[in-house]
């Protein structure tokens, strides 16, 4: 299980190091795609073996979940660590997240997300605001 926050630069060649308390679940190969709310998502390959699973009972007559899985799929990029613990994230998915020099790196349960810092603050401070909100919608169980 992913979970954690954690601060990270990316460096000119557009790589980040990914936390090392997240190295051994992602494993030796991953996937990294473009997620939700400006962010990446990075999935160890057995949980995008899962999700893909999932993806292709999707109608491909409608045209949300056509839209959908195009998104999700032509985005997604496998890649593996360097000796340093880095990976490279390519310019389109550096693009897409609007990621700048301050990154944070997130765990969430099955995945690991990737931030701009500026975004992932604005976020957080908005979601903040509703927190109690939404787990009272969601969540029936008591934490």
């Known amino acids: 299980m992913f979970m954690g926050e954690y601060r990270h630069t990316i460096d000119d060649k557009g790589r980040i190091i990914i936390p090392a308390k997240f190295r051994d679940d992602l494993g030796e190969t991953f996937v990294v795609t473009r997620g939700l709310d400006n962010c990446l998502f990075v999935y160890p390959a057995t949980e995008w073996t899962q999700l893909e699973q999932k993806l292709k009972t999707l109608p491909f007559t409608r045209s949300d979940a056509r839209a959908f899985t195009r998104f999700f799929f032509s985005g997604a990029t496998e890649v593996g660590l360097d000796k340093q613990g880095r990976i490279h994230l390519p310019l389109n998915l550096r693009t897409y997240a609007k990621l700048s020099k ?3 790196v997130i765990g969430v349960s099955n995945r690991v997300e990737v931030w701009d810092k500026h975004i992932w603050e604005n976020y957080f401070a908005a ?11 969601i969540v029936d169980f008591d934490l």
């Open 102 to 104: 301050e990154c944070v």
């Open 127 to 137: 979601s903040e605001q509703s927190f109690n909100d939404i787990a009272e919608k």
